[in-house]
Structures are given as structure tokens and as C-alpha cells.
């Protein structure tokens, strides 16, 4: 057989690297600008409200936006055993908030955070179970405070108006008697999805007893995991009072942890529509009126959705460029 030679001008092994990564890097701001012409006419009424809103109050909402990138880097650190650069993860926090807003809910930030954590050498099992670990405590602590608030202030939702008598109870066992059988029938039948999630269940059991075995690791996740909700919460009640929505700050912060607990399984990039129908609906469930209430869940989702994009969408990028990601 005669051996083939490669022409002296061609490389032996080449790679599509240094082309794809320009382009991976003007991606998500070709994304932000597809999503922001897609709802400009929400932007417009947005920027409308915030004229006439009272400037300190939306200070304070932007400081709290600001401060979940903080409790979300405490949480991914707490998540994982190995220290993650602290500058570099901040980055990152902020970077997945864009991309979770351009990619369906959650898997633009799980995407981002997966890669970090592999390129500063934790194995992919491990990431992924760490990535699992954070999604867990993040639920489980927005959750908590839900039903920590509902007990503290049982009268803080009217949802019977808005529901028919009696329906609430039956749809929750329906919905979730459904997920569980749909979720036991397909491990039952397929043999290498069921070997495959009970590996990675393995793999995430033993995650969380070291992370849990180290104080430090378990306070950074838990402290991280309830601070992010409540931030969230805390900077919605600081825009409903800039806008003068007569409602008390603990029932709006109940009303934001029911909203986004309501449309966590609504496939939609960074809840864009879903969260602000479902907003509304919780503020006026929590006794405001229904203009005031759109007008506070626009100005807010401009705040923590349309203004951070731009600059996050760069960020990512240059993480890609500077292949931190």
C-alpha cells in the first residue's frame, strides 16, 4: 500500500478553534439583540415607569440585583470541594445571568457554570453532581422561606379569588402525581437511563457528605441558597415601593417566591413572559391593583432582566475569548 503524504504547506492537525472562537464570542450579543427587538414594546413601557418612579427606592432594588451575583458565587463555592478562584466566579455569576436569559430557564447558567468548574479542574461527574447539589439547596431554601413567610403571614395571598373553590389542593396532587409517574415509568423501562442516574446519584450523594463535611462549604451553600431568594424578593418589594404599590414588602416578597415557585417548570429563556404574567397575578393576589402591579413587574424586570443583559452578554464573551469558559 502507498503511503499518502500530506502537502508541505498543510499542518498535520489542525483546528477549528481559532474561527469558532470569535464567533462563540459575539453570540450571546447577537442573541441579546434578537431578544430585545422580540420585546422592545415591553422595554419602552418598562423605561416609561421608571420615570416616574422614586429614584432611591430603585437604588436600592439595583443594589440588591447586584448582591444575588455575590450570594449566587457563595452558593456555587459552597457546592463544590475544591476553591474556585474568587474574582473569576464572580465573573461567571454574572455572565450565566445573561446566558440563563437567552437559553430556556436554567440551562444557559448551568451550561456556563458546568464549563468554569471544568476547566478549573474539578471532573465532570463531579461538576455535574455539584451543579445538581446547587439547583437542590437553591429550591429547597426558596421553598422554606415560602412556607416560612405563608405561616407567618397566612393572609398575605387571596388565591381563592383567582382560583375556583377548592381547586388548588387537587391540581398540586394531580401535577405532581403525574412528574412521579412519568419519572418512575421511564426509569423502569429504560435500562441505561436508570444505570445512568442512579451512577450520578452515587456520584452526588458523595458530593454533598464531603461539602457538608466542611462547615465553611455547608454555610457558604445554605447562607448563599436562602440570601439569593431573598434578595430577589427584596429588590421586587423595593421597585413596588418606588412605585407606590399598596402592599406590605413581606407580602411581596410572598407573592414573588409563589411566582417564580409556579413557573420554575415553564421552559421559557430566563422566564421571559412567564414570570411577568405570573408576577402580576401574585401582586394582585397579595391585594394591589392590577395597573400598579404591571407597572411595578415591568420596572422590575428591567432592572434585573434587560439592563444586566447587555453588559453580561460581554462578559460572557470575553470569559469565552480569555477561555476561562
Known amino acids: 500500500m502507498t503511503a499518502v503524504r500530506l502537502p508541505q504547506g498543510l499542518p498535520r492537525r489542525f483546528s477549528l478553534r481559532p474561527a469558532v472562537r470569535p464567533a462563540l464570542c459575539l453570540l ?9 427587538v422580540r420585546h422592545r414594546s415591553v422595554l419602552m413601557e418598562g423605561f416609561g415607569h421608571l420615570e416616574s418612579a422614586e429614584w432611591p427606592w430603585l437604588a436600592a432594588a439595583v443594589l440588591a440585583t447586584c448582591l444575588t451575583w455575590v450570594a449566587a458565587a457563595f452558593t456555587r463555592q459552597g457546592a463544590v470541594m475544591e476553591r474556585l478562584p474568587a474574582r473569576r466566579l464572580l465573573a461567571t455569576q454574572f455572565a450565566a445571568g445573561a446566558a440563563n436569559h437567552l437559553l430556556p430557564t436554567g440551562l444557559g447558567a448551568s451550561a456556563v457554570n458546568l464549563r468554569f468548574m471544568t476547566v478549573c479542574g474539578v471532573p465532570l461527574a463531579r461538576s455535574s453532581a455539584a451543579l445538581a447539589l446547587y439547583m437542590l439547596a437553591e429550591s429547597i431554601a426558596r421553598l422554606g422561606l415560602l412556607l416560612g413567610l405563608l405561616i407567618a403571614f397566612p393572609g398575605a395571598l387571596r388565591i381563592g379569588s383567582l382560583l375556583p373553590d377548592g381547586a388548588i389542593g387537587p391540581l398540586l396532587l394531580l401535577g405532581a402525581g403525574l412528574v412521579l409517574c412519568a419519572a418512575a415509568g ?14 450520578f446519584l452515587c456520584t452526588a450523594l458523595g458530593e454533598a457528605r464531603s461539602v457538608h463535611s466542611r462547615p465553611s462549604r455547608a454555610l457558604a451553600l445554605w447562607g448563599g441558597s436562602l440570601a439569593f431568594p431573598l434578595l430577589q ?14 402592599v406590605p414588602p413581606a407580602h411581596m ?8 415557585a409556579a413557573v420554575a417548570l415553564v421552559p421559557t429563556p430566563g422566564g421571559i413572559g412567564s ?28 432592572i434585573t ?4 443583559l447587555l453588559p453580561g452578554a460581554l462578559t460572557l464573551g470575553a470569559l469565552v475569548r480569555w477561555k476561562v469558559i
Not at 424578593?233 to 399598596?246: D, E, M
Open 253 to 260: 416578597a410572598i407573592a414573588y417566591l409563589a411566582a417564580t
Open 186 to 199: 421511564t426509569l423502569l423501562l429504560v435500562r441505561r437511563l436508570r444505570t445512568a442516574v442512579f451512577s
Open 305 to 308: 432582566v434587560w439592563l444586566p
Open 233 to 246: 424578593a427584596a429588590g421586587l418589594a423595593a421597585v413596588g415601593q418606588a412605585l407606590g404599590l399598596p
Open 275 to 302: 414570570v411577568e404574567a405570573a408576577l402580576v397575578v401574585a401582586l394582585v393576589a397579595a391585594g394591589g391593583p392590577v395597573a400598579v402591579a404591571t407597572a411595578v413587574v415591568l420596572a422590575y424586570r428591567i
Open 28 to 36: 450571546p450579543l447577537a442573541l441579546v439583540l434578537v431578544v430585545g
